[in-house]
């Protein structure tokens, strides 16, 4: 499964890594030389791990050359147990930080990986290599596979701000079977063991397979529009008007347009209400790459951005035909909905990223910096049109 922050195919973006390794106790060792990687993306590590060299686990990012990703010269730790001769030497702050995720301090990956293995164990698959994909303040990823190298399992471990995504994988399964990855197994701190999903990531996915993945997700949409206290037991987060005032309120003197836009919020919310359409599950991230495709048909992934909400916050992060989407709600008026609800939509994505940084450690604040003020130009100039 890709839950990619962005697709890496075709880019011209190049990456250089520099691994600050330290032991598994936590004392810091030195530096490998500087290397390429095929990948731009900061927060994909398995070409890290295997232009290393050496066995390693990259822990977190220690900071890049660039004010954000991708691409750049870009620094990690990494822990190792036999450190080559002629390590550089290398300065690094290894002590702990309150807000950094379980999977990112020393020893995180190992109990991990211990959890995994063992829940793989008493389901009967056994015999698997761990290959770590990802780390980054959003999820932690490491790809099982067979003996023969058929993939077989997946390891996704996320902050606590997510903790209600296996729960919310159960409850769309239950619903529509097949739609998401299988459950194998869910921890503590975090954990979930999802079974893998053939196929191919769709990033690519024109206007077609995203009225398919609309089709797709409305019967779960249906199913939770009377179903709300459901979702809120499962601890499915919902977003209220206080957040999106609370995110923009720093910006509205340097944001011309954000001020009137916040004022006339409640209005524009009430609007929304009138248009009948229900609250429901809402997926958060709804896009064609969050998407993976094959011969059971599609699968949707990356439930962390899942929250209680108005549906057609997914049709505008879909990008799917209005019309299209409209008729799949024809009680309501699905068209005066998208167009109310875009510059909430911006709005509602600043306040998310704003979460996400309160409670991040800071050297990992550069994956999300700009976001914020992005989100509200963007609310403001939705809001214009």
């Not at 009138?274 to 609250?279: S, T």
Request: hydrophobic fraction near 40%; proline fraction near 9%; charged fraction near 25%.
């Amino acid at each position: 499964m890709s839950e990619f922050a962005g697709d890496t195919s075709g880019s011209a973006l190049t990456r250089t890594v520099t691994l600050v390794l330290a032991d598994r106790a936590g004392r810091a060792l030195g530096a490998l030389p500087p290397f390429p990687v095929g990948t731009p993306w900061w927060q994909e590590v398995a070409d890290v791990v295997a232009g290393a060299g050496i066995d390693v686990t990259v822990l977190r990012l220690l900071h890049g050359d660039r004010p954000a990703p991708p691409g750049g010269h870009v620094t990690y730790l990494a822990v190792c147990d036999e450190p080559p001769a002629g390590l550089l030497p290398a300065e690094a702050d290894l002590s702990p930080h309150p807000n950094r995720a379980p999977y990112a301090e020393f020893g995180g990956p190992e109990r991990s990986l211990a959890w995994a293995a063992g829940a793989l164990d008493r389901i009967g698959l056994h015999g698997a290599v761990a290959r770590q994909q990802r780390t980054w303040n959003l999820s932690a990823i490491w790809r099982f596979d067979r003996p023969d190298g058929i993939p077989m399992a997946w390891l996704k471990q996320v902050p606590s701000f997510f903790g209600h995504e296996p729960a919310v994988l159960r409850l769309v399964d239950a619903v529509e079977p097949g739609l998401v990855p299988y459950l194998l197994a869910a921890g503590d701190e975090g954990r979930m063991l999802l079974a893998h999903v053939p196929g191919e990531d769709r990033y690519d996915g024109g206007p077609e397979l995203r009225a398919e993945i609309a089709t797709a997700f409305h019967p779960v949409q249906r199913h939770f529009a009377g179903r709300v206290d459901e979702l809120r037991a499962n601890g499915v987060p919902a977003m209220g008007l206080d957040a999106l005032v609370s995110v923009a309120s720093p910006y509205i003197s340097e944001l011309p347009g954000l001020g009137n836009l916040i004022e006339d919020l409640p209005r524009r919310l009430e609007q929304v209400e009138k248009c009948g359409l229900p609250d429901t599950l809402v997926h958060g991230d709804l896009h064609p790459g969050n998407v993976r495709t094959g011969e059971e048909g599609l699968t949707i992934v990356d439930w962390g951005d899942s929250s209680i909400g108005n549906p057609a916050l997914d049709a505008l992060r879909l990008e799917v035909d209005p019309e299209r989407w409209a008729a799949l709600w024809p009680d309501g008026d699905g068209l005066r909905a998208l167009d109310l609800l875009r510059p909430v939509q911006e709005l509602r994505a600043a306040a998310t990223y704003a979460n996400f940084l309160a409670r991040i450690e800071p050297s990992e604040h550069p994956y999300h910096d700009a976001d914020v003020p992005d989100r509200l130009r963007a609310a403001v100039e939705c809001a214009r049109h």
